[in-house]
């Protein structure tokens, strides 16, 4: 039998990650998160992560240095982030995006990391 349940999670009201990001709904292979982001440090670390992460920009922008390339997103922006990928933003500006990551990066701790 296939899984016919439907999730709705308000954001208002989602669990909040260390890293600040929001999560928001998750099935079995993907999973997003809303992150809500002021300028921070210049410099933050180079990370790699254990899962595929594709993003989108509602409003602001940021820099993603991934693997010696650096592009700048902007609202209406999208981007993808490959798996074990070394990488790092940079918020520029006030920032709203969504990502979604598969599988799901809350599983295990996995954005802990």
Same mark, same amino acid.
């Given at each position: 039998?296939?899984?016919?349940?439907?999730?709705?999670?308000?954001?208002? &009201?989602?669990?909040?990650?260390?890293?600040?990001?929001? @999560?928001?709904?998750?099935?079995?292979?993907?999973?997003?998160?809303?992150?809500?982001?002021?300028?921070?440090?210049?410099?933050?670390?180079?990370?790699?992560?254990? @899962?595929?992460?594709?993003?989108?920009?509602?409003?602001?922008?940021?820099?993603?240095?991934?693997?010696?390339?650096?592009?700048?997103?902007?609202?209406?922006?999208?981007?993808?982030?490959?798996?074990?990928?070394? &990488?790092?933003?940079?918020?520029?500006?006030?920032?709203?995006?969504?990502?979604?990551?598969?599988?799901?990066? &809350?599983? &295990?701790?996995?954005?802990?990391?």
């Amino acid at each position: 039998m296939n899984d016919t349940s439907v999730k709705k999670v308000d954001s208002a &009201h989602s669990p909040q990650g260390s890293m600040g990001q929001k @999560y928001l709904a998750s099935g079995v292979t993907v999973s997003m998160r809303l992150w809500e982001e002021s300028p921070t440090q210049p410099d933050p670390q180079p990370m790699s992560r254990d @899962y595929e992460v594709v993003g989108y920009v509602i409003k602001g922008s940021a820099e993603l240095e991934l693997e010696d390339q650096k592009i700048i997103l902007n609202a209406g922006d999208s981007w993808v982030v490959p798996k074990e990928a070394v &990488h790092r933003y940079r918020i520029l500006e006030p920032l709203v995006a969504v990502e979604a990551t598969a599988p799901p990066a &809350h599983i &295990h701790d996995r954005d802990q990391k």
